[in-house]
Nanobody
């Protein structure tokens, strides 16, 4: 059974930090890029960051560049998103995804991040 389980969300004040984790199982982790999307109420889903387990390349949305850092631990089949200098506009449900060249194969259930001003 394929699973992507997010954790680490919560409530934090603006300027604070959170570290999201995505634990993967049930598929060939090393063959995938693992990404983070977020969706706030009334807003479109936004791709936040992604890391390739194939070549180590990373992607960051302009809105989080310099504040968020994505990393992978292949020994644990886990990906982490370190989020610093959080802003109220970062408030959203954050989803972990497993992606191949053709798109997203798997989604997690999401974890809520709330940043208070």
């Amino acid at each position: 059974e394929v699973q992507l389980v997010e954790s680490g969300g919560g409530l934090v004040q603006a300027g604070g930090s959170l570290r999201l984790s995505c634990a993967a199982s049930g598929f060939r982790f090393d063959d995938y890029a693992i990404g983070w999307f977020r969706q706030a109420p009334g807003k479109e889903r936004e791709g936040v960051s992604c890391i390739s387990n194939v070549d180590g390349s990373t992607y960051y949305a302009d809105s989080v560049q310099g504040r968020f850092t994505i990393s992978t631990d292949k020994s644990k089949n886990a990906v982490y998103l370190q989020m610093n200098s959080l802003k109220p506009e970062d408030t959203a449900v954050y989803y972990c995804t497993a992606d191949r060249d053709w798109g997203t194969d798997y989604w997690g259930q999401g974890t809520q991040v709330t940043v208070s001003s």
